[in-house]
């Protein structure tokens, strides 16, 4: 039975192998809503709603159209292309978790996403409330970063619990993916605990590191303002939940792309974890230094690689800019290396780490 039952795998990962090397598979992409209770305290409009993308890999025939980000008829952002509503290729799937930086969405991670649908993953990416490009940014969406692990456990259980999508997802193969502000997230849903205190006295002796500093997408989010807005006995129950353990059960394998807020984990946390932890970073990150984050996380946690890339800094791994979004947001689109570039050693990368880990 054993010999029967390694046989049956070592086939379907050929079988697997073989459609990805003949292009048997596009990206499907679906959409959903589900609710998260702290989403009301971080949402501009206080609601509970919490939108989510999950892309996956939909037979050879279904037609994939243009995912962008801007106005139609003049995008900012060139993300790739999916095919919207096409039905699911294959049976229980490998599943990934994917959480946006401060300020970015769903849809800015497609890039990666979609490529990884296209290898055989059902990829389950969220907008996080109140820290998201496409609604109005909020203090407490910012600061709050914590409650972004139970919007990851949220959209799981709505995927799982989704008629068409649920039958496909493996839990048994699960995987978390996060850049930048992402990346802590990935590492709170692997079950690193968090230390605020630790966090801002870092800030307070290395106020000039990059995340300590506000981002260009909420340059009013400074630390001053998120020090008094955590005084607020409003936020004082979400305050307090600031530490706690915020773990997904059944994470196995965990790929970090330019992660930030690092010093948020004390080095003992770091070092508990058991999972397989991979980490891609460019070298020209002033947003969330090597350093102090990607190398710090990598110098702790037993069982992470880490990937440098020269001359590549923090937005490089944002999707393409368009001839547009390069006149109207340099600074988010100019790039010493061709981002085409970036995006492949970053696709390269995660595509070898979680067939190790996962398959």
């Known amino acids: 039975m054993r010999m029967n039952t390694a046989i049956a795998g070592l086939l379907l990962m050929v079988s697997a192998l073989s459609a990805r090397a003949d292009g048997s598979w596009t990206a499907g992409e679906r959409h959903g809503t589900t609710t998260v209770a702290s989403a009301v305290v971080r949402d ?6 919490l939108r989510y993308t999950v892309w996956y890999p939909a037979p050879a025939s279904s037609r994939e159209t243009a995912l ?4 139609p008829d003049a995008p900012l952002f060139d993300v790739g292309r999916s095919a919207k509503d096409a039905p699911v290729a ?3 799937l490998p599943t990934l978790l994917l959480s946006h930086g401060n300020g970015g969405s769903a849809r800015m991670m497609g890039w990666l996403g979609t490529a990884l649908a296209r290898d055989g993953y059902l990829v389950i990416a969220v907008d996080h409330p109140g820290n998201n490009g496409a609604d109005e940014m909020t203090l407490t969406g910012s600061m709050l970063s914590w ?8 959209a799981l259980a709505a995927v799982k619990a989704d008629p068409n999508l649920g039958p496909h997802v493996d839990a048994g193969r699960l995987g978390v993916v996060g850049f930048s502000a992402g990346g802590y997230t990935a590492l709170l849903a692997a079950g690193a605990r968090p230390d605020l205190q630790r966090l801002l006295a870092f800030c307070r002796a290395h106020p000039d590191d990059g ?3 506000p981002q260009q997408e909420a340059a009013m989010h400074t630390m001053q303002a998120r020090l008094a807005a955590a005084a607020s006995p409003a936020l004082a129950p979400w305050i307090a939940e600031a530490d706690a353990q915020r773990a997904i059960p059944g994470v196995r394998a965990v790929f970090l792309l330019a992660p930030a807020i690092v010093q948020a984990f004390a080095p003992a946390q770091l070092s508990a974890l058991q999972q397989p932890v991979s980490i891609t970073l460019g070298e ?4 969330a230094p090597p350093e102090t984050n990607g190398a710090a996380a990598q110098a702790h946690i037993p069982h992470a690689t880490l990937q440098r890339l020269p001359d590549v800094g923090h937005y490089d791994f944002l999707a393409d800019c368009t001839a547009v979004g390069m006149q109207r947001l340099p600074e988010l689109c ?14 390269d990368a995660a595509v ?7 398959r």
């Open 44 to 49: 501009a409009a206080q609601r509970d709603a």
């Open 68 to 71: 962008t980000i801007g106005p």
């Open 90 to 92: 294959g049976d229980r």
């Open 147 to 154: 409650l972004r692990a139970d919007d990851l456990r949220a």
């Open 211 to 213: 995340v300590c500093q």
């Open 284 to 287: 020209a990150d002033t947003v």
């Open 334 to 347: 100019s790039t010493a290396v061709a981002r085409t570039r970036t995006h492949r050693q970053a696709m």
């Open 352 to 358: 070898r780490f979680f067939a190790d880990a996962l």
